[in-house]
C-alpha cells in the first residue's frame, strides 16, 4: 500500500465542506493530521461545532483534533464598502435563508467532543514547524484567513508546507458578481497565500462546475448502504437545494460539491485539468474585490508563476472516487 498523504484541512463547514471533511477521514490514502475552523460559510462557532459533529459521527475524535480558527477576515469587513455591497442581500443572510449549509447544525446523532484549547493558528504553526520540510499538504476550502494569518506570524512554516491544495478562486463561475466566495470573504488573506511561494493547485470553480453530482449519484452513493453513505447522500442532496435555478441545467440538477474535488485531487491529481499561470486576487476594494485574475497569456511576462490553476476536471473520476472511498470504508467495517 502507497504511503497516506499527510494533510491538515481548514474548513467552514457547510454541506461541501462536511463531505469533504468525511473522504478526507475515510481514505485509506489520506492521513488527517487536524482539522482548522474559519469564519465563512457560517459564523466560526457554528462552522467548528459543524466539523466537531462530522469528525464524532465518523468516529475519528481520538486521531483527529479540531482548532477554532478566525472569526473574522483580515480586512474586508473593516470598511463598509466592500464587495459584499454588490450583492442584494448579504451573503450570509442568504446562505442562512437557502440553508443549504445548514444554519442550525449539521444533524448528526451525537455532539459530545470539543474544540482544543489550542487556537488554529498556533497549532498550525507549532504543527508545521515540528515536521519534516515537505512533509505537509494543507488543504483549505474556506476562506484562507488562518493560513495568511500563520504565514505571517511565522514565516518558518512555508518551506515546510509540500503543497496547498484549496478550493477557491475560478474564471468562468463566480458566486459572488465578480469572485468565488472563499476569496470574495477575504481578498487579503488569498493573495497573501498566492505570494508566499509555496507550490499551490487551486480546485476552482470551473472545475467544481465541471465535476458536478446530479441527485441520481446521491442515490447511487446511499445504495452502498451504511450511515456514512447515507450522509454523504444527504449532504450531496441538501447542497444541491439552494434552489439557485443557475444550478439546473437542461433538466439536470447539477451539484458542485466543491471542496471534495479538492481533497480529492490530493488522492487523484489528475482529476483536475490545470494550467501553470500567474494568477493574483484583486484587493482594489472595487467592483472586481477578489476576483482571482489569472493570466492565461503570459502577458505578464518574466512575473513569476505561482499557481496550478483549475479549468475544468473530470466528473466520473470524482464520482467513483467517493464511492469506492465509502465502499472500501463499508468492507473495512465489514471484515
Ligand atoms: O465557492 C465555494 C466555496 O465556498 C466552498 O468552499 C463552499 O463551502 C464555500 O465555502
Ligand atoms: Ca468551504
Not at 62 to 90: F, H, N
Request: hydrophobic share 40%; net charge negative; proline share 4%.
Amino acid at each position: 500500500m502507497r504511503d497516506k498523504t499527510k494533510i491538515i484541512m481548514d474548513v467552514d463547514t457547510g454541506s461541501d465542506d462536511a463531505v469533504a471533511l468525511m473522504m478526507a477521514m475515510l481514505s485509506e490514502d489520506i492521513e488527517l493530521l487536524g482539522v482548522t475552523t474559519v469564519n465563512g460559510n457560517l459564523e466560526v462557532a457554528l462552522t467548528t461545532e459543524n466539523t466537531l459533529r462530522m469528525v464524532e459521527f465518523c468516529g475519528k475524535q481520538d486521531t483527529v483534533k479540531v482548532y477554532r480558527g478566525a472569526e473574522y477576515p483580515l480586512a474586508s469587513t473593516l470598511l463598509p464598502t466592500t464587495g459584499q455591497s454588490l450583492l442584494p442581500i448579504p451573503i450570509r443572510e442568504s446562505i442562512a435563508k437557502a440553508d443549504y449549509h445548514h444554519a442550525t447544525h449539521i444533524p448528526t446523532p451525537s455532539f459530545t467532543i470539543h474544540e482544543e484549547k489550542e487556537s488554529a493558528v498556533v497549532w498550525l504553526i507549532n504543527t508545521l514547524l515540528s515536521s519534516e520540510d515537505g512533509e505537509i499538504t494543507l488543504v483549505p476550502v474556506g476562506p484562507m484567513t488562518n493560513i495568511a494569518l500563520a504565514m505571517r506570524a511565522d514565516p518558518r512554516i512555508i518551506p515546510k508546507i509540500r503543497e496547498i491544495v484549496m478550493m477557491a478562486g475560478g474564471i468562468e463561475a463566480n458566486e459572488t458578481p465578480s469572485a468565488e466566495f472563499n476569496v470574495w470573504v477575504d481578498p487579503e488573506a488569498m493573495e497573501i497565500v498566492l505570494q508566499s511561494g509555496c507550490k499551490i493547485t487551486m480546485c476552482t470553480l470551473d472545475a467544481t462546475h465541471t465535476a458536478y453530482l446530479t441527485s441520481d449519484d446521491a442515490e447511487r452513493i446511499r445504495s452502498i448502504g451504511t450511515k456514512e453513505s447515507d450522509m454523504c447522500a444527504d449532504l450531496i442532496l441538501k447542497y444541491g437545494s439552494t434552489g439557485d435555478l443557475s444550478n439546473v441545467l437542461d433538466e439536470i440538477h447539477r451539484i458542485p460539491i466543491h471542496d471534495a474535488l479538492a481533497v480529492c485531487s490530493v488522492v487523484h491529481p489528475d482529476v483536475l485539468n490545470t494550467i501553470y499561470c500567474d494568477c493574483h486576487t484583486d484587493i482594489g476594494r472595487s467592483f472586481a474585490y477578489g476576483t482571482t485574475i489569472v493570466d492565461r497569456r503570459n502577458l505578464s511576462g518574466d512575473r513569476p508563476k505561482n499557481c496550478y490553476f483549475s479549468l475544468s476536471a473530470d466528473r466520473q473520476k470524482f464520482v467513483d472516487w467517493i464511492v469506492e472511498v465509502l465502499e472500501k470504508d463499508k468492507a473495512q467495517k465489514n471484515a
